[in-house]
């Protein structure tokens, strides 16, 4: 091959010539010789350059010298050739590669004269390999802290690598657990703690595809310990289509799972009592009436009512009445039978299901529980209380017409057995469902009706309590019906009847105009009282002129007035309530939405009413110091509320354990008998 030759070659290959001439056997004293352009690979114009060893190291990165002048030198000693790379530095501060090859060039006698190779530029391949580094140390490090579990496995299911978060959750470090088959490494088993009909690992190798997430495994650790995961897997594919292996993502979903369980049993329980709730009881009465129907079994249901609970906590304060229903609860479970179902349908309010019992069977049952109910005792600081109940009794025949109908007989049954008398079971007939409805209107019209004759209507006050720097405590104004002769009579019982016929806007006058006349009678500091309207009173055209009269006649300041309205009322009558809410706003009359939380619409309909307050609905406080959802929902709740410019009021707060989670939520007002008894309004 000649010269011209020779160099298209080098150029096509983007190498030079290196070419030493050495002259007292060491490196340092010899000469290096750059052909055709080889100069250019140190920053420096083309053109043939012959220079000092120690000019040319000058231009080698300082770090890489030494070691460049060894290798050469021993090649040197040894007669032989070297292979190298290094680093230099141009003239411009610029980093290059460069790779290096050569032989040693002997005399006649075998001393060196000399060394001959080529020498090219390697640093596009040095910053790719970099890169390559970088990524695969980004790619480890990704690895180590990600929060899941990473197993990776080869194309026979034996384990190659695990991340931290695996080892951590697996109890297998990653040199201990390469070859071991997955099925040891990540030891899978059912919630049950039985084994998985196939690994997910191997059901991908075998599928050759991604398999989907599964949620209801579990994690047997090295030790023994068990985690539930959810855990999926993917394929490792080569360019050239070959299966590599499989990667295994996992992840401890202990909490969630928890999570889930106890929404699920909060769904279908009273969290006060642990028995099931009116909707799951409902279910089962369904579940009871289809086997009536299809299979012709009988069975009987209770409705029963505490006649004395609401004595309890008027004078007790809530905590005392959880702690009755706790107690009567478990007394309750004890007198029944296995197959029996007790559930809480509401405040005071029980049913029973008794599966395939005939009438006469649960009559005695009915009776028994009665008696049990008469001699339980229940005591609080000192004070003793007798209870009785009342109980509805109707029967589930292939002749039911439908749940909704067999839970009206029964709660008809019920009231039958207060109006005659209280403490006394009632079978459920045809003709009481007329007898219950003409007694109840008759009733309720009369009573309310002789309230307002003979001023037996009565307000209490309840405390708004501040609990931090939020300016003065408000009053809550209560209702209730004191007659000449019986107990209170708490709103509960006489508000549904009130709202269905047609009564509740003059009660709700009748509370606004004594509440004006107190206030501005009143000669204590001006305190500020909170007035529940109903739903149908947000619809009363003229109860807007009405309220502005009564602060007229009495000297009432607007701003010492705040109305209550429910989320259920205010939805129902959003227009109007709006409206009416906005006048009264003008005045400097304040609103508080109460109840807030009840509804599923609650933060979308908040954006719209002009309030001041929210009072987050009490299901969510009573338990919040133990229940963790209730605490997340008060939570949130109060965080859009002040996020919106609004304060909040905790309802319920009946002890100091609750009362300390609501301040530390940062509840801006607490209402409750931790903070304050419920007391007459001064006449």
Known sequence: MDVRHLRMALDAARMTIWDTAIHDGTVYNSTVSWQCSGQCLLGLPPGRLTQPFVDFLSYVHPDDRDALATIMQEAVDAGTGYEVEYRVVWDDGSLHWLAAKAHMQCDAHGAPVGTLGVVWDITDRKLAEQASARDREMATVTLRAIGEGVITIDPHGKTEYLNRTAEQLTGWGNDEARGQDIAITLHLTSEAGEPIAEHVALRCLRLRQTVAPASDNQLVTRAGRRIAVE?????????????????????????????????????????????????????????????????????????????????????????????????????????????DVLARLGGDELGVLLPRCAIDQARLIAEGLRQSIRNFRFVWQDRSFELGVSIGMVEVTRHSKSMTELLMAADQACYLAKERGRNRVHVYRESDQRLARRLGEMQWVSRLNEAFEQQYFRLYTQPIVGLGEHGANHLEVLIRIQPAKGDLILPGAFIPAAERYDLMNAIDRWVIRAVCRHAGESASAPVEYSINLSGTSLADEGLHDYIVAQFREFNVAPQHICFEITETAVIANLIKAQEFMGKLKALGCRFSLDDFGSGLSSFAYLKALPVDFLKIDGVFIRDIATNSINRAMVKAINEVGHVMGLRTVAEYVEDDATLDVVRDLGVDYAQGYAVGPLRPLAP
């Not at 070959?242 to 992840?251: K, P």
């Not at 699920?264 to 579940?287: M, P």
Request: proline letters at 1%; glycine letters at 6%.
């Open 231 to 339: 855990e999926s897997a993917s394929p490792i594919w080569a360019d050239n289509g070959a299966l590599l292996g499989v990667v295994v993502v996992f992840r401890d979903v202990s909490h969630e799972r928890k999570l889930t369980r106890q929404l699920s049993w909060n769904a279908s329980h009273d969290t006060l009592t642990g028995l099931i709730n009116r909707r799951e009881f409902e279910a089962r009465i369904a579940e009871a009436l289809h086997s009536a129907k299809e299979e012709g079994h009988v069975h009987a249901m209770l409705y029963m009512d505490l006649d004395q609970f609401k004595i309890v906590n008027d004078t007790c304060g809530h905590a005392a009445g959880d702690l009755l229903l706790q107690l009567l609860a478990r007394m309750l479970q004890t007198q029944m039978r296995d197959s």
